[in-house]
Protein backbone atom coordinates (compact mmCIF):
# COMPACT_ATOMS: atom_id res chain seq x y z
CA UNK A 1 0.00 0.00 0.00
CA UNK A 2 1.36 3.25 -0.46
CA UNK A 3 2.27 5.86 1.95
CA UNK A 4 0.08 9.22 2.69
CA UNK A 5 1.78 11.65 1.10
CA UNK A 6 1.82 15.60 2.18
CA UNK A 7 -0.92 17.99 0.82
CA UNK A 8 1.74 19.82 -1.52
CA UNK A 9 3.80 16.18 -2.44
CA UNK A 10 0.29 14.65 -3.27
CA UNK A 11 -0.51 17.60 -6.06
CA UNK A 12 3.07 17.00 -7.67
CA UNK A 13 1.90 12.88 -7.26
CA UNK A 14 -1.26 13.70 -9.47
CA UNK A 15 0.38 15.86 -11.57
CA UNK A 16 2.63 13.21 -12.72
CA UNK A 17 0.06 10.44 -13.10
CA UNK A 18 -1.14 13.01 -15.55
CA UNK A 19 1.69 13.66 -17.35
CA UNK A 20 2.50 9.97 -17.82
CA UNK A 21 -0.74 9.46 -19.22
CA UNK A 22 -0.26 12.99 -21.60
CA UNK A 23 3.07 11.35 -22.37
CA UNK A 24 1.21 8.05 -23.54
CA UNK A 25 -1.66 10.13 -25.42
CA UNK A 26 1.01 11.95 -27.88
CA UNK A 27 3.41 8.69 -28.20
CA UNK A 28 -0.06 7.16 -29.66
CA UNK A 29 -0.67 9.66 -31.73
CA UNK A 30 2.75 9.61 -33.58
CA UNK A 31 2.77 9.53 -37.23
CA UNK A 32 5.32 8.42 -39.74
CA UNK A 33 6.35 11.88 -41.18
CA UNK A 34 6.83 13.89 -38.53
CA UNK A 35 9.44 16.02 -36.98
CA UNK A 36 10.53 16.88 -33.40
CA UNK A 37 8.56 20.41 -33.83
CA UNK A 38 5.46 18.51 -34.79
CA UNK A 39 5.95 16.05 -31.97
CA UNK A 40 6.01 19.00 -29.57
CA UNK A 41 3.35 20.81 -30.97
CA UNK A 42 1.17 18.01 -30.54
CA UNK A 43 1.66 17.70 -26.72
CA UNK A 44 0.61 21.48 -26.72
CA UNK A 45 -2.25 20.90 -28.28
CA UNK A 46 -3.10 17.99 -25.69
CA UNK A 47 -2.02 19.72 -22.34
CA UNK A 48 -5.34 21.14 -21.54
CA UNK A 49 -7.08 17.56 -22.05
CA UNK A 50 -4.72 16.37 -19.18
CA UNK A 51 -5.39 19.48 -16.89
CA UNK A 52 -2.38 21.32 -17.49
CA UNK A 53 -2.43 24.94 -18.21
CA UNK A 54 1.52 25.70 -18.78
CA UNK A 55 5.04 23.90 -19.20
CA UNK A 56 7.57 23.25 -16.22
CA UNK A 57 9.96 23.24 -19.43
CA UNK A 58 8.88 22.82 -22.86
CA UNK A 59 8.04 19.62 -24.48
CA UNK A 60 12.02 17.91 -25.63
CA UNK A 61 11.64 15.85 -28.65
CA UNK A 62 14.62 13.87 -30.17
CA UNK A 63 14.45 11.66 -32.90
CA UNK A 64 17.44 9.14 -33.78
CA UNK A 65 19.16 12.08 -32.26
CA UNK A 66 22.39 13.09 -29.88
CA UNK A 67 19.69 12.61 -26.41
CA UNK A 68 21.79 14.99 -23.70
CA UNK A 69 22.97 17.15 -25.77
CA UNK A 70 19.99 19.61 -26.09
CA UNK A 71 20.69 23.21 -24.95
CA UNK A 72 24.63 22.59 -26.17
CA UNK A 73 23.80 22.46 -29.73
CA UNK A 74 20.75 23.90 -31.37
CA UNK A 75 18.49 21.73 -33.95
CA UNK A 76 19.08 22.79 -37.38
CA UNK A 77 16.34 23.17 -39.86
CA UNK A 78 13.56 20.08 -39.25
CA UNK A 79 15.70 17.08 -38.34
CA UNK A 80 15.04 14.10 -38.97
CA UNK A 81 11.58 12.47 -39.73
CA UNK A 82 10.00 9.89 -37.71
CA UNK A 83 10.10 6.69 -39.75
CA UNK A 84 9.46 3.05 -39.20
CA UNK A 85 12.21 1.53 -36.67
CA UNK A 86 12.98 5.36 -35.60
CA UNK A 87 13.97 5.96 -32.00
CA UNK A 88 11.74 8.83 -30.77
CA UNK A 89 12.74 10.02 -27.27
CA UNK A 90 10.06 12.54 -25.44
CA UNK A 91 10.32 14.59 -22.29
CA UNK A 92 7.25 16.82 -20.87
CA UNK A 93 7.22 18.45 -18.08
CA UNK A 94 3.50 19.90 -18.30
CA UNK A 95 2.24 21.69 -15.18
CA UNK A 96 -0.30 23.85 -12.91
CA UNK A 97 -0.33 26.83 -11.16
CA UNK A 98 0.59 24.64 -8.08
CA UNK A 99 2.52 21.45 -9.27
CA UNK A 100 3.90 19.55 -12.36
CA UNK A 101 5.42 16.26 -13.40
CA UNK A 102 8.37 15.55 -15.72
CA UNK A 103 8.44 12.10 -17.49
CA UNK A 104 10.17 10.82 -20.44
CA UNK A 105 10.41 7.67 -22.66
CA UNK A 106 11.91 6.47 -25.24
CA UNK A 107 10.35 4.52 -27.86
CA UNK A 108 10.36 2.48 -31.17
CA UNK A 109 8.22 3.92 -33.88
CA UNK A 110 6.21 0.38 -35.37
CA UNK A 111 7.07 -1.62 -33.06
CA UNK A 112 9.70 -4.10 -33.45
CA UNK A 113 12.27 -4.79 -31.20
CA UNK A 114 13.77 -2.36 -28.85
CA UNK A 115 17.75 -1.75 -29.33
CA UNK A 116 20.41 -3.03 -26.58
CA UNK A 117 20.93 0.56 -25.52
CA UNK A 118 16.71 1.67 -24.00
CA UNK A 119 16.48 -1.52 -22.88
CA UNK A 120 19.44 -1.02 -20.80
CA UNK A 121 18.28 2.88 -20.46
CA UNK A 122 14.82 1.91 -18.85
CA UNK A 123 16.73 -0.79 -16.46
CA UNK A 124 19.26 1.34 -15.17
CA UNK A 125 16.32 4.18 -14.63
CA UNK A 126 14.31 1.43 -12.52
CA UNK A 127 17.98 0.84 -10.64
CA UNK A 128 18.57 4.28 -10.02
CA UNK A 129 15.10 4.48 -8.57
CA UNK A 130 15.19 1.52 -6.56
CA UNK A 131 18.77 1.95 -4.96
CA UNK A 132 17.62 5.25 -3.93
CA UNK A 133 17.30 5.78 -0.17
CA UNK A 134 17.09 8.50 2.58
CA UNK A 135 20.82 6.81 3.52
CA UNK A 136 22.04 7.50 0.30
CA UNK A 137 23.30 10.91 -1.23
CA UNK A 138 22.47 12.86 -4.34
CA UNK A 139 26.20 11.82 -5.96
CA UNK A 140 25.54 8.05 -5.55
CA UNK A 141 22.41 8.07 -8.08
CA UNK A 142 25.27 9.64 -10.14
CA UNK A 143 27.64 6.61 -9.56
CA UNK A 144 25.09 3.60 -9.70
CA UNK A 145 23.68 5.06 -12.89
CA UNK A 146 27.60 5.24 -14.24
CA UNK A 147 28.47 2.11 -12.98
CA UNK A 148 25.30 0.22 -14.52
CA UNK A 149 26.07 2.00 -18.06
CA UNK A 150 29.94 0.67 -17.48
CA UNK A 151 28.69 -2.93 -16.66
CA UNK A 152 26.90 -3.27 -19.71
CA UNK A 153 29.66 -1.70 -21.87
CA UNK A 154 27.83 1.67 -22.56
CA UNK A 155 28.18 5.32 -21.41
CA UNK A 156 26.44 7.98 -19.77
CA UNK A 157 25.89 10.80 -21.85
CA UNK A 158 24.96 13.05 -19.41
CA UNK A 159 28.34 13.13 -17.74
CA UNK A 160 27.10 16.09 -15.62
CA UNK A 161 24.27 14.62 -13.77
CA UNK A 162 21.36 12.27 -14.08
CA UNK A 163 18.24 13.92 -12.82
CA UNK A 164 17.78 17.43 -10.23
CA UNK A 165 15.25 18.45 -8.06
CA UNK A 166 11.88 19.05 -8.13
CA UNK A 167 11.23 22.03 -6.54
CA UNK A 168 7.61 22.99 -5.00
CA UNK A 169 6.34 27.36 -5.09
CA UNK A 170 7.96 28.44 -1.71
CA UNK A 171 10.28 31.19 -1.29
CA UNK A 172 11.73 32.19 -4.25
CA UNK A 173 10.54 29.83 -6.46
CA UNK A 174 7.00 31.17 -5.90
CA UNK A 175 7.80 33.92 -8.27
CA UNK A 176 7.87 32.76 -11.78
CA UNK A 177 6.52 29.11 -10.89
CA UNK A 178 6.75 26.90 -12.61
CA UNK A 179 9.31 28.22 -15.07
CA UNK A 180 11.47 29.46 -11.73
CA UNK A 181 11.43 25.67 -10.49
CA UNK A 182 12.93 24.73 -13.83
CA UNK A 183 15.76 27.27 -13.70
CA UNK A 184 16.42 26.59 -10.12
CA UNK A 185 17.38 22.72 -11.22
CA UNK A 186 20.59 24.50 -12.53
CA UNK A 187 22.31 25.12 -9.47
CA UNK A 188 24.87 22.32 -8.61
CA UNK A 189 23.26 22.01 -5.25
CA UNK A 190 19.63 20.89 -7.35
CA UNK A 191 21.53 18.50 -9.03
CA UNK A 192 22.27 14.85 -8.84
CA UNK A 193 25.92 15.18 -9.68
CA UNK A 194 28.83 12.89 -8.80
CA UNK A 195 30.51 15.07 -5.93
CA UNK A 196 26.66 15.98 -4.39
CA UNK A 197 27.56 14.89 -1.03
CA UNK A 198 24.36 15.73 0.56
CA UNK A 199 21.25 12.68 1.56
CA UNK A 200 18.28 12.22 -0.70
CA UNK A 201 15.27 14.05 1.40
CA UNK A 202 12.55 15.89 -1.01
CA UNK A 203 11.45 15.37 -4.49
CA UNK A 204 13.93 14.32 -7.69
CA UNK A 205 13.22 13.56 -11.47
CA UNK A 206 16.13 10.53 -12.24
CA UNK A 207 17.27 10.99 -16.03
CA UNK A 208 20.24 8.90 -16.90
CA UNK A 209 21.27 8.84 -21.04
CA UNK A 210 22.96 6.00 -21.84
CA UNK A 211 24.73 5.80 -25.15
CA UNK A 212 26.13 2.97 -27.06
CA UNK A 213 28.51 5.48 -29.40
CA UNK A 214 25.86 5.65 -31.95
CA UNK A 215 22.44 5.64 -31.04
CA UNK A 216 21.01 7.27 -27.25
CA UNK A 217 18.21 6.67 -25.04
CA UNK A 218 16.65 8.00 -21.77
CA UNK A 219 13.87 7.23 -19.58
CA UNK A 220 12.62 10.07 -16.93
CA UNK A 221 10.91 9.32 -13.54
CA UNK A 222 10.26 11.75 -10.42
CA UNK A 223 10.76 10.38 -6.76
CA UNK A 224 9.81 11.67 -3.21
CA UNK A 225 11.44 10.46 -0.11
CA UNK A 226 11.39 11.50 3.12
CA UNK A 227 12.24 10.09 6.46
CA UNK A 228 10.57 6.81 6.20
CA UNK A 229 8.77 7.24 2.59
CA UNK A 230 9.75 6.43 -0.92
CA UNK A 231 7.88 6.89 -3.74
CA UNK A 232 7.73 6.71 -7.06
CA UNK A 233 5.47 9.67 -8.23
CA UNK A 234 2.98 9.03 -10.60
CA UNK A 235 3.64 5.56 -10.59
CA UNK A 236 1.72 2.12 -8.71
CA UNK A 237 4.98 0.07 -7.89
CA UNK A 238 8.81 0.75 -9.28
CA UNK A 239 7.82 -2.18 -11.99
CA UNK A 240 5.90 0.35 -13.64
CA UNK A 241 9.18 2.31 -14.33
CA UNK A 242 9.99 3.58 -17.89
CA UNK A 243 6.56 1.92 -19.00
CA UNK A 244 3.23 3.55 -20.56
CA UNK A 245 -0.19 2.85 -20.19
CA UNK A 246 -2.37 1.07 -22.38
Do not use: W, Y
Given at each position: MRPELP??????????RRAI???ADVCSRLEAGMHARDVEDLAVTRLGDHGFTTWYHPPE????????RKGLIPRIGKGPAIQAGSLVAIDLG????DAYGDVGVTRVFGGGEEPFVVH???????????FASRFKTCGEIFIVSQAWAVNNR??????????HRLLTRDGL?????????????????????RLHPVRLDGMFAVRPVLTDGTQSASFEEALYIHEGIKVVLGRDS???VGTLPG
Open positions: PAIAAFDDAQALLVDIDGDIGPATTQARECTRAACGLKLRNENAVGIDKGFPRSAHLATLLPRNRLHLAD
